[in-house]
């Protein structure tokens, strides 16, 4: 049997700047030294995977900006940079008018960077809304297409594309499909944490679900995923702009992103390679979105 397609993509954000920023830690710097290594990682696991035609870094405007030469180089070695809005702050947050300056700062800052016209989006934490329309349509003036959609059991991609068109009908879709698990309690999506936390079986029937509705299905993964050192870790030290109780948890909960079970994605990955076809970078859809 042939293997149904799908497409690989990365969220290249800094995860130690972000993550401060969420909780209101001073962030000034970016951790540059860290955003390389996991870079070198992420091109050694594709080069393992064989992959040659590319997947598509949605990166964000700041990290374009800052360390322009790694954007440069995402796009020498034939990747898509696509933008990832120019924080990583959640979208829904910023009114209209500021998430039409967030967007064209980061378009300017990734394509000065990488030489590339930049297509697609795709929100941090696929925070817009689907009501936005509003926020969409900014969207659809700047790029072809989106991925911050997420898509469920009540939609198809027939009934996706008719609410897209009512929205602009420029704009092409590329939702990420999310899954009822767990007797409907979870919306299991195949990517970041999910991939990472549960068995890779889950990924791979949410993967099979969402093409059965017509939809591609998508696996996205961070820098961070990849590595399991302390390379993305805040020491305790930086968090003392903080009184002691609101720095607990957020504290403690870096462990959940940066070392619970990070040793097994790259297996999934492989795993999940082995069974499904990929498509190289995200733009490689619109020709066929027609
Ligand atoms: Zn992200």
Redesign the pocket.
Known sequence: MSRLPFCFSI?F?DYTHDYKRRFGVPAKELNVDSLWISYEKIKSVINDLKVTNGVTFFTTGILAERVPDLVKQISDDGHEVGC?YYH?DPVYLDSVDSIAQNLDRAIDALSKASGQTIKGFRA??FSIRATDKDVYKEIAKRFEYDSSFVAGETQNSDSLKEYFLSIDESLNEFPVYAKKSFAGKMNFRSGGTYLKFFPVDMTIATMKEAHSKGFMPMVYL?PYEFLSGSEFWIPWRDWSALPVTKRLIPYARQIQCLKVKNNSVIPKLKYIFRRFDHQGPMQNLLSKAG
């Open positions: 969220d954000e990832h990583h941090p934490r961070h």
